[in-house]
């Protein structure tokens, strides 16, 4: 089945710091990836969607110059955290799915939970 | 903004009896689907149905939608401790820009008793 790996799973870091988070398509190609953000005991927010050679499409109240996307390769996708705050502390999650079609289900990496003192 | 709400917002159990939970959504859906999180862990899909289907089966999950009502359920039968998990709904919006994108519900928080 279709695997979406990210990295790091577990992220502290000193406010100030940018924090980059990678989202890989293991076994498929993705023209298209997603990122969300969830903060506890939450749901799942999303924030960009990511395209393969174009430019990131953000979600209304979501800085772009705060979360850059990257998405330089059809299997990678990364989202950098800029100059983190405490505020910035959550769990990011990306998806993806072979093809990126519409009536496909999402493949989700583990996630990555950042914490920023 | 989240469109969607499900209750109950938590829901405690014994093993063996059967769990339901309820997902409400406000626009034009191509799909509905419903996912699985353990604590601090990645979504697992569940099951995908699509706006013109009413009903799906999957092992002991059952899902029903009602595009009228706009409202979905998810029944698990004979529930396992290891199903204690978060459950998610989420739908992918009508329209040509919106492939792949989900809005998610608030999530039902199960918790079945050995």
């Known amino acids: 089945g279709a695997v979406v790996s990210q990295h790091p799973s577990w992220v502290i870091c000193k406010s100030g710091t940018s924090v980059k988070i990678e989202c890989r398509s293991l076994?498929?190609?993705?023209?298209?990836m997603f990122w969300y953000r969830q903060f506890p005991k939450q749901s799942l927010m999303l924030m960009a969607t990511?395209?393969?050679?174009?430019?990131?499409?953000?979600e209304q109240g979501v800085e772009k110059d705060k979360f850059l996307i990257n998405h330089a390769s059809l299997t990678l996708s990364t989202l950098t955290v800029t100059s983190a705050h405490p505020e910035d502390s959550s769990f990011y999650i990306c998806?993806?799915?072979?093809?990126?079609?519409?009536?496909?289900?999402?493949?989700f990496g583990d996630g990555t939970r950042l914490s920023i003192l | 903004s989240q469109q969607g709400e499900e209750d109950p917002q938590a829901l405690s159990i014994q093993e063996g009896e059967n769990a339901t939970m309820n997902c409400s959504y406000k626009?034009?859906?191509?799909?509905l689907q419903w996912y699985r999180q353990n604590s601090g862990r990645g979504l697992v899909h569940l099951i995908l149905?699509?706006?013109?289907?009413r009903e799906k089966h999957s092992g002991r999950l059952r899902v029903t939608l009602d595009t009228s009502k706009k409202s979905s359920s998810l029944l698990i039968t004979a529930s396992r401790a290891a199903d204690t998990a978060s459950y998610f709904c989420a739908t992918e919006r009508a329209g040509g820009t919106s492939y792949g994108k989900l809005t998610f519900g608030q999530g039902t928080i199960l918790t079945v008793h050995p």
């Open positions: 998806s993806a799915t072979p093809g990126g079609g519409s009536n496909q289900p999402q493949h």
């Open positions: 149905i699509r706006s013109n289907e």
């Open positions: 076994d498929f190609q993705a023209t298209t």
């Open positions: 626009t034009s859906i191509n799909n």
């Open positions: 990511s395209n393969e050679g174009s430019k990131a499409t953000y």
